[in-house]
């Protein structure tokens, strides 16, 4: 079974960081594009960045450019979003999302696998 586990959210204060990891397994996913996406309470899920296959193409959200950044490991299987100089407006769930071939995609109906989420919570 296909399957992706973020973990690393938390609470921080504004200005701090925060490491999410999304650990894929049921199959290789070395050959994914992997997705970031969160979703704030009352709001809808958006992009956050995403990385291709090989790590040679990354997008961001203007949002999160210059303070995210998306890497992976694929000989773990796990993907990483390093998230510094946290916002109150970053506080979400982000959800990690995967899907085959090599285009970046940033829209979230182009991914078909999908973690349950982890909570990011920024205090001001």
């Known amino acids: 079974q296909v399957q992706l586990v973020e973990s690393g959210g938390g609470l921080v204060q504004a200005g701090g960081s925060l490491r999410l990891s999304c650990a894929a397994s049921g199959r290789a996913f070395s050959s994914d594009t992997m997705g970031w996406f969160r979703q704030a309470p009352g709001k809808e899920r958006e992009f956050v960045a995403a990385?291709?296959?090989?790590?040679?193409?990354?997008k961001y959200a203007d949002s999160v450019k210059g303070r995210f950044t998306v890497s992976r490991d694929s000989a773990k299987n796990t993907v990483y979003l390093q998230m510094n100089s946290l916002k109150p407006e970053d506080t979400a769930v982000y959800y990690c999302?995967?899907?085959?071939?090599?285009?970046?995609?940033?829209?979230?109906?182009?991914?078909?696998?999908w973690g349950k989420g982890t909570q990011v919570a920024v205090s001001s």
């Open positions: 999302a995967a899907r085959g071939g090599s285009y970046v995609y940033t829209k979230d109906d182009k991914y078909d696998v």
């Open positions: 990385i291709s296959w090989n790590g040679g193409s990354t």
